[in-house]
């Protein structure tokens, strides 16, 4: 083998390193800036999860509030007649 070939063969594996080296750096980035998205996006659900709940809640309470005023509404409009003369 000649100079040639050797310095040709040396030149080929730091290539091949540096061309490693820097694929596993791009993944390394990739991985981490998807992770950051992904964790961005899970507290954004979380936070319309707790607002549909909150909602869900307001809604039973209110539901109460419309049952409790029909029932007075019914007990009214028997006292007075349902056109409302006595």
């Known amino acids: 083998m000649g100079a040639a070939n050797i310095v ?3 030149v ?3 290539g091949c390193f540096v061309g490693l080296a820097g694929w596993l750096s791009g993944r390394d ?3 981490v800036g998807d992770a950051e998205w992904r964790g961005k996006t899970d507290e954004k659900l979380d936070n319309i ?3 549909v709940s909150g909602i869900d809640s307001r809604m039973s309470k209110m539901e109460g ?3 409790l005023h029909e029932t007075r509404i019914s007990i009214i ?3 007075i007649g349902i056109d ?3």
């Open 65 to 67: 509030a419309i049952s």
């Open 84 to 86: 409302g003369e006595k």
């Open 29 to 31: 980035k990739r991985i």
């Open 77 to 79: 409009e028997t006292k």
């Open 8 to 10: 040709g063969l040396i």
């Open 12 to 14: 080929a594996v730091v």
């Open 49 to 51: 999860q707790k607002g």
